[in-house]
Antibody, heavy 121, light 111 residues
Framework: QVQLVESGGGVVQPGRSLRLSCAAS????????MHWVRQAPGKGLEWVAVISSDGSNKFYADSVKGRFTISRDNSKNTLFLQMNSLRVDDTSIYYC??????????????WGQGTVVTVSS | QSVLTQPPSVSGAPGQRVIISCTGSSSNIGARYDVHWYQQLPGRAPKLLIF???NRPSGVPDRFSGSKSGTSASLVITGLQAEDEADYYC???????????FGGGTKLTVL
């Protein structure tokens, strides 16, 4: 069965960095685009970034552009999110999710359980 | 302010029917990008409920249905059950933003 397991969250000071990982299993990881979506405490879902199946194309929300970098290692079935220059408003649960069709028309059909990032001094 | 607008809350008694709306614009829903719906139970990750405007993934009861017209979409839940109490989010693509967007979410309360 499809499994996505995030890790790497924690408490970090503003301006510092953190790297999230998402370990995938149960499907051919290298054939699916993957997304990061976050949810601030008590708030709704916010799309963060997407990466194509081969890692050649990446797109970001304006709120994280220039600070966050999405990447993947298909040999290890792992998705990453490098988060630099973290701000207090980056505090969220971060979910990785699979893109069913790898297109703008695609739903996110499987989600991980999330990893919590808290940015605080 | 979310690009896709949903009512903050809806409620209904067990067995009743509720409708959750999702209003977008000509750069997302109106541009014919598919709308998807997710259910998020308290303390859980979101789960795909409806994809491609009207389709249910395997295992989702037919009490849940979706529709789309113009720049809006709707999620209809019939025969409300206590277990349906959750947050519901619509999701689409926005060509002006060149990115994916979610509605602000709707909290469903089963009375």
């Amino acid at each position: 069965q499809v499994q996505l397991v995030e890790s790497g969250g924690g408490v970090v000071q503003p301006g510092r960095s953190l790297r999230l990982s998402c370990a995938a299993s149960g499907f051919s990881f290298n054939t699916f685009a993957m997304h990061w979506v976050r949810q601030a405490p008590g708030k709704g879902l916010e799309w963060v970034a997407v990466i194509s199946s081969d890692g050649s194309n990446k797109f970001y929300a304006d709120s994280v552009k220039g600070r966050f970098t999405i990447s993947r290692d298909n040999s290890k079935n792992t998705l990453f999110l490098q988060m630099n220059s973290l701000r207090v408003d980056d505090t969220s649960i971060y979910y990785c999710a699979r893109d069913l069709y790898s297109s703008p028309w695609s739903p996110l059909d499987y989600w991980g359980q999330g990893t919590v990032v808290t940015v605080s001094s | 302010q979310s690009v896709l607008t949903q009512p903050p809350s809806v409620s209904g008694a067990p067995g009743q029917r509720v409708i959750i709306s999702c209003t977008g614009s000509s750069s997302n829903i109106g541009a014919r990008y598919d709308v998807h719906w997710y259910q998020q139970l308290p303390g859980r990750a979101p789960k795909l409920l409806i994809f491609g405007d009207t389709n249910r993934p395997s295992g989702v009861p037919d009490r849940f249905s979706g529709s789309k017209s113009g720049t809006s979409a709707s999620l209809v839940i019939t025969g409300l059950q206590a277990e349906d109490e959750a947050d519901y989010y619509c999701h689409s693509y926005d060509r002006s933003l060149s990115g994916w967007v979610f509605g602000g979410g709707t909290k469903l309360t089963v009375l």
